[in-house]
């Protein structure tokens, strides 16, 4: 009997290791099959005919043990995955448990562990009610996991009792070729690396046939969709295939969370604290089915790919990009800040990267490079600190959310060259909190050339050279932008020493076209504006277009970096 410790202790790694060196034997069981189906050439006669019958005797037991081994692979690789899914479950149970005061035990007990509370008596029978209602929600919990569990078990189980017997198929079964050829059309591609970085990742996918490569996208998209390295188009591919299912799940969970927020009885008023946590959950359950849903439109749009697409956190994750990233000369990405969401952000940073990537071809042509070609990338993959997470309305919250942000957009950029052939200006472009979080990614080696922050309380760092960037560090700030005189997570951009200062004046391009001022926290992307030309000449490789100059106000003064006396 399958209990809930043991599914605590399940992983997918042995399977899949498994599932590895079982392909990589029935390879070699095919090619020796082959080998043995061809005659040697020249060799006539008795000896060579009953020769031949030994090599079709041989052949058929060759092709029987590569089908039973098929058979177990296949088996094997649908374990994985479902004990992958059952390890995300167990997480989800955990987290739901501990978030609600309960915990459960290996046995799938689930245990009460809240403080004791002093109540009037008229509300303890409501109050024992709401820990019960909260309890036989994580009890139903448990008993899907154990159910999905039984069933990945028996599975599993039931092929490699049938191998043991050699009872998985005969050679007179007509569905041996079409067992075996399913098989090798399902799931014969190798495991991309556990854990891989960009590179091995790039390796990984070309080292695959292109039909291999045709098989995985066919039948895991899951496998690639979010693997930094792989090209650009394969992972739009990857996630676009899986986007209808993901969404259908998501607004299965939004009817489920609703159903049971109906249920709730709200007398007597204020005694029920399952409702607030339901109320919350089918919000947030909500908003990401909004975020999916606007993700969907932004991809419907012209020469849109999707990078990356991420619902298991607290709010989705999402990248997308306009224009092709694995073919541009020139490719940008672009962070945002503090209060990003996919649902409520999405579209107005990609119509600002829309009209970013025009200027900066328009750029190229009058410089004479219309040739060149740009891509954008809204890279909206952290989990950027909310309002309600932050110390007030003039704050930036701590260094947490950029950190872990860093963490995922460093291999994000790697990828951007990993996955292509040739060279590529890569620019990194952030605004606010983002650009803590891009100054931090900037330390592990991206590969980024130039860096462009705008709106920043800080790089992550007081040094320059800490961001390994391979031309040049830019800021612009805007006139009357409190935040990028905060200075909270490094000495104030405008002060550090190696930063380019690029204007937000009103000013003209260098086609004489009026330029406009850009002033606050929040319009530095605006369309024919000066902060605008000068990140997009920069993002287009032409820096020598750029307009310098700071705007320099009260805040510049007291953000300045004081030097103790000797340092």
Do not use: C
């Given at each position: 009997?399958?209990?809930?410790?043991?599914?605590?202790?399940?992983?997918?790694?042995?399977l899949e290791e498994?599932?590895?060196?079982?392909?990589a034997?029935?390879?070699?069981?095919?090619?020796?099959g082959e080998?043995?189906?061809t005659p040697?050439?020249?060799w006539?006669?008795?000896?060579?005919?009953?020769a031949a019958?030994?090599?079709?005797t041989l052949?058929?037991a060759?092709?029987e043990?590569a089908?039973?081994?098929?058979a177990?692979r296949?088996?094997?690789a649908e374990?994985?995955?479902?004990?992958?899914?059952?390890?995300?479950?167990?997480?989800?149970v955990a987290?739901?448990?501990a978030r609600?005061?309960?915990?459960?035990?290996?046995?799938g007990?689930?245990?009460?562990?809240?403080?004791?509370?002093?109540?009037p008596?008229?509300e303890?029978?409501?109050?024992?009610?709401?820990?019960?209602?909260?309890?036989?929600?994580?009890?139903d919990d448990?008993?899907?996991?154990?159910?999905?569990?039984?069933?990945?078990?028996?599975?599993l189980?039931?092929?490699l009792d049938r191998?043991e017997?050699d009872?998985?198929l005969h050679?007179?079964?007509?569905?041996?070729?079409?067992?075996?050829?399913?098989?090798?059309?399902?799931?014969?591609a190798?495991?991309?690396?556990?854990?891989?970085s960009?590179q091995?990742?790039?390796?990984?996918?070309?080292?695959?046939?292109a039909?291999?490569q045709?098989?995985?996208?066919?039948?895991?998209p899951?496998?690639?969709?979010?693997?930094?390295?792989?090209?650009?188009a394969?992972r739009?591919?990857?996630n676009?295939?899986r986007?209808p299912?993901?969404?259908?799940g998501l607004?299965r969970?939004?009817d489920r969370?609703?159903?049971e927020?109906?249920?709730?009885?709200?007398?007597?008023?204020?005694?029920?604290?399952v409702?607030?946590?339901?109320?919350?959950?089918l919000?947030?359950?909500?908003?990401?089915?909004?975020?999916?849903?606007?993700?969907q439109?932004?991809?419907?749009?012209?020469?849109?790919?999707?990078l990356?697409?991420d619902t298991?956190?607290?709010?989705v994750?999402?990248?997308?990009?306009?224009?092709d990233?694995d073919t541009?000369?020139h490719?940008?990405?672009f962070?945002?800040g503090m209060?990003?969401?996919v649902?409520?952000?999405?579209?107005?940073?990609?119509?600002?990267m829309v009209?970013?990537?025009e200027r900066?071809?328009?750029?190229?042509?009058?410089?004479?490079?219309?040739?060149d070609?740009?891509?954008a990338?809204?890279?909206?993959?952290?989990?950027?600190?909310?309002?309600g997470?932050?110390?007030?309305?003039?704050?930036?919250a701590?260094?947490?959310a950029a950190?872990r942000g860093?963490?995922?957009?460093a291999p994000f950029?790697?990828?951007v060259?990993?996955g292509?052939?040739?060279?590529?200006?890569l620019?990194?472009?952030?605004?606010?909190?983002?650009?803590?979080?891009?100054g931090?990614a900037l330390?592990?080696g991206?590969?980024?050339?130039?860096?462009?922050?705008?709106?920043s309380p800080?790089l992550?760092?007081?040094?320059?050279?800490?961001l390994?960037?391979?031309?040049a560090?830019y800021h612009v700030e805007a006139?009357?932008d409190?935040?990028?005189?905060l200075?909270?997570?490094?000495?104030?951009?405008s002060h550090?020493?190696g930063?380019n200062?690029l204007?937000?004046?009103?000013?003209?391009?260098?086609?004489?076209?009026?330029?406009?001022?850009?002033?606050?926290?929040?319009?530095?992307?605006?369309?024919?504006?000066t902060s605008?030309?000068?990140?997009?000449?920069?993002?287009a490789?032409?820096?020598?277009?750029a307009?310098?100059g700071?705007?320099?106000?009260?805040?510049d003064v007291l953000s300045?970096?004081?030097?103790?006396w000797?340092?």
């Amino acid at each position: 009997m399958v209990t809930f410790g043991d599914v605590r202790r399940w992983s997918a790694t042995s399977l899949e290791e498994a599932q590895g060196a079982l392909g990589a034997d029935v390879d070699r069981l095919v090619e020796a099959g082959e080998l043995l189906k061809t005659p040697p050439e020249g060799w006539h006669g008795d000896a060579a005919d009953a020769a031949a019958y030994e090599r079709g005797t041989l052949v058929t037991a060759v092709s029987e043990l590569a089908a039973e081994s098929a058979a177990v692979r296949r088996a094997l690789a649908e374990a994985a995955d479902g004990v992958a899914a059952l390890e995300q479950r167990v997480r989800a149970v955990a987290d739901r448990a501990a978030r609600q005061r309960f915990s459960v035990t290996d046995d799938g007990v689930v245990v009460d562990v809240s403080s004791p509370v002093q109540l009037p008596e008229d509300e303890v029978a409501a109050y024992e009610a709401d820990r019960r209602h909260l309890r036989d929600g994580i009890v139903d919990d448990v008993e899907a996991v154990l159910r999905l569990a039984v069933a990945v078990d028996a599975d599993l189980t039931a092929v490699l009792d049938r191998a043991e017997r050699d009872a998985v198929l005969h050679t007179s079964d007509p569905g041996l070729s079409a067992l075996l050829g399913s098989f090798l059309y399902a799931g014969s591609a190798p495991q991309p690396p556990r854990s891989g970085s960009p590179q091995q990742n790039a390796d990984w996918w070309a080292s695959l046939s292109a039909t291999e490569q045709q098989r995985l996208l066919d039948h895991h998209p899951e496998r690639v969709a979010g693997l930094d390295g792989i090209p650009g188009a394969v992972r739009h591919q990857a996630n676009r295939a899986r986007l209808p299912g993901m969404l259908e799940g998501l607004r299965r969970d939004v009817d489920r969370l609703r159903a049971e927020l109906d249920d709730i009885p709200m007398w007597p008023p204020g005694a029920s604290t399952v409702y607030g946590l339901t109320a919350q959950e089918l919000a947030e359950a909500e908003a990401k089915v909004a975020s999916v849903e606007r993700v969907q439109q932004a991809i419907g749009l012209q020469d849109h790919h999707l990078l990356l697409l991420d619902t298991s956190g607290e709010r989705v994750t999402a990248a997308v990009a306009v224009g092709d990233i694995d073919t541009a000369d020139h490719v940008a990405v672009f962070t945002p800040g503090m209060t990003t969401t996919v649902d409520g952000s999405l579209a107005g940073y990609d119509e600002d990267m829309v009209a970013l990537r025009e200027r900066s071809l328009f750029a190229l042509r009058r410089a004479g490079r219309p040739e060149d070609t740009v891509a954008a990338v809204s890279w909206l993959g952290y989990q950027a600190p909310q309002w309600g997470e932050t110390l007030g309305p003039n704050s930036v919250a701590g260094q947490g959310a950029a950190e872990r942000g860093a963490a995922d957009l460093a291999p994000f950029l790697q990828g951007v060259t990993a996955g292509r052939e040739g060279d590529v200006h890569l620019t990194a472009l952030a605004h606010s909190y983002g650009s803590t979080t891009t100054g931090l990614a900037l330390r592990e080696g991206t590969g980024v050339d130039d860096f462009v922050a705008f709106g920043s309380p800080g790089l992550g760092t007081s040094d320059v050279g800490d961001l390994q960037v391979g031309g040049a560090v830019y800021h612009v700030e805007a006139k009357n932008d409190p935040v990028d005189d905060l200075a909270r997570f490094g000495v104030d951009p405008s002060h550090l020493d190696g930063v380019n200062q690029l204007s937000s004046s009103v000013t003209r391009d260098p086609g004489g076209a009026p330029l406009a001022e850009v002033e606050g926290h929040s319009d530095y992307l605006v369309r024919d504006s000066t902060s605008q030309h000068n990140i997009a000449v920069v993002v287009a490789g032409l820096p020598d277009q750029a307009i310098h100059g700071r705007e320099r106000g009260f805040g510049d003064v007291l953000s300045f970096p004081v030097v103790p006396w000797g340092g």
